[in-house]
């Protein structure tokens, strides 16, 4: 009976020694090289579009509830991987818009909008009015969002109806421009 036992135990111990398997040596794994493979080229998109007179190209950035500006164009291209894109817009008409409800209509043959640097950029001749009637002139506006600050350079021409008049090579100022220094 006791060797009976003794053989039930073995028996019961090598099964249950089946159960619970000696972990596997440990194998080397290769190095990570000095020099990383590169990876896959990240997808780039190109997208394009054509308005009419009649239903012109329409973007809009809005912001907490408020439109940040307001784009109308005759075409755009856009390229780069997604949310990192940066559109070209023909023929543009811009107005930007700020937290304290001033705005500026800007018109130019080439606006950019590049969103890795958040701006707007019009291009080729820009010319823009306020609601109160004051006028800009200049070769390029930058549009930056954080802040809705407009900086302008190149030929910059600044007038009111007021008589109000001054020139300059470049200004940065708020989008009333009533909070302008210009160079």
């Known amino acids: 009976m006791m060797r009976k036992a003794a053989l039930v135990a073995f028996a019961a111990i090598w099964a249950l020694g089946g159960c619970n398997p000696r972990p596997p040596k440990s194998v080397a794994t290769p190095r990570a090289s000095a020099h990383p493979r590169s990876g896959a080229t990240p997808l780039t998109l190109v997208v394009t579009g054509k308005g009419t007179a009649e239903r012109p190209i329409h973007v809009f950035q809005q912001v907490h509830n408020r439109i940040d500006y307001d784009l109308l164009a005759s075409s755009f291209e856009s ?17 930007f818009s700020d937290a304290r409800g001033s705005k500026i209509t800007a018109s130019a043959p080439q606006a950019v909008v590049d969103q890795t640097a958040d701006a707007v950029t019009l291009l080729g001749g820009v010319v823009a009015r306020t609601a109160a009637g ?50």
């Not at 390229?79 to 107005?95: C, K, L, W």
């Open 134 to 183: 004051m006028t800009l002139h200049c070769d390029r506006l930058v549009y930056r969002q954080a802040g809705a600050t407009l900086h302008g350079d190149g030929n910059v021409v600044i007038t009111d109806p007021r008589g109000f008049w001054a020139t300059g090579s470049s200004f940065d100022s708020d989008t009333s421009l009533t909070h302008m220094r210009m160079r």
């Open 79 to 95: 390229r780069g991987p997604q949310n990192d894109m940066r559109s070209i817009f023909r023929n543009a008409r811009v107005t």
